[in-house]
């Protein structure tokens, strides 16, 4: 199947470049128990490439499937991109201003990875809240969203625009850290 030009069905926007097959890209491993699939790249992409366009997207409410979208949106994926579990050490980027998956900055992907995204970039309170089993040195242990992330430790990982706006908005609201009594929890 050749590549296709989209129009985002959020912004009416259509993209000068091709939208990668995303069967061309991404493999599923299904497994038996819950939450135990994932998914692997099936190519190597360079720090920064475009991964794939998320382009079957319908609005939703929030679910632990949903991806969030705006302050008080969420989509559904509608495709194998549901697949992409979490890390706290990531190589991809989900941005949600742009509808695209994206290889993290500073990281490549080789044929075979397993494929991961920081949740908390896109969630503010998680649906379902669950302890992470990413292995990694840069592990936060239960994931609950970044709103529940203290602020200096947030910012250190690739944010969306909206839970930018919301970190923001939260600090403004209750003073230089961001939580409401002033004090870390």
């Keep these: 199947m050749a590549p296709s030009r989209e129009r985002s069905i959020f912004n009416g926007s259509t993209s000068d470049s091709p939208t990668p097959d995303l069967a061309s890209r991404l493999h599923v491993e299904r497994k038996e128990g819950d939450y135990a699939s994932y998914a692997t790249t099936k190519v190597d992409l360079p720090s920064g490439a475009l991964f794939a366009r998320i ?4 609005p939703t409410k929030k679910s632990w499937s949903s991806v969030q ?25 989900f941005d949600m201003a742009k509808f695209e998956v994206r290889v993290h900055e500073g990281k490549e992907l080789k044929k075979g990875d397993n494929i991961t995204f920081f949740y908390p970039s896109s969630e503010w309170n ?7 089993s990413c292995g990694s040195e840069k592990c936060l242990g239960t994931i609950k969203g970044a ?5 200096e430790v947030i910012r250190r990982f690739w ?18 850290n961001g939580h409401a009594n002033g004090h870390a929890n």
């Excluded at 998680?126 to 992470?132: G, I, K, L, V």
């Design 55 to 58: 382009t079957t997207a319908t």
């Design 69 to 93: 979208v705006g302050e008080d949106s969420h989509i559904e994926l509608n495709s194998e991109l549901v697949f992409i579990n979490h890390s706290c050490d990531p190589n991809l980027v």
């Design 126 to 132: 998680m649906a379902q809240p669950f302890e992470c």
């Design 147 to 151: 709103g529940q992330i203290e602020e």
């Design 159 to 176: 944010l969306n625009e909206h839970i930018v706006k919301m970190l923001d908005a939260r600090k403004t609201k209750n003073g230089t």
